[in-house]
């Protein structure tokens, strides 16, 4: 079993920054692919970013590319989520997400049901 904790969500008017992270309590934290959804009241939760077990390559939803940035550190059982820009639609509760599966397919990294642990959840709420 992964827990995940979310941290680093907030009330931020638009234009603002916020940056979140995810502390995974697991020794192999390298070995899980990590990604970052999100949900809105009433809407499916879906894709924001991923990245590889090794952080050497990352993937975004086209509605947060440019604005937002998802790193890893592997020493310290962590991942981040770098969110610049922000709009009012960003607003959302904010999910980590790791999984242990190997991703045959670039694709498998936007599918939520390729993940097998999930965090609680951080709001982001964006101000107009």
């Known amino acids: 079993q992964v827990q995940l904790v979310e941290s680093g969500g907030g009330l931020v008017q638009a234009g603002g920054s916020l940056r979140l992270s995810c502390a995974a309590s697991?020794?192999?934290?390298?070995?899980?692919?990590m990604g970052w959804f999100r949900q809105a009241p009433g809407k499916e939760r879906d894709f924001v970013a991923a990245v590889r077990r090794s952080g050497g390559s990352t993937y975004y939803a086209d509605s947060v590319k440019g604005r937002f940035t998802i790193s890893r550190d592997n020493a310290k059982n962590t991942v981040y989520l770098q969110m610049n820009s922000l709009k009012p639609e960003d607003t959302a509760a904010y999910y980590c997400?790791?999984?242990?599966?190997?991703?045959?397919?670039?694709?498998?990294?936007?599918?939520?049901?390729?993940?097998?642990?999930w965090g609680q959840g951080t709001q982001v709420t964006v101000s107009s």
């Open positions: 697991t020794r192999t934290f390298s070995s899980y692919a």
């Open positions: 997400a790791a999984s242990s599966s190997v991703f045959y397919s670039s694709s498998y990294y936007y599918t939520k049901d390729r993940y097998d642990y």
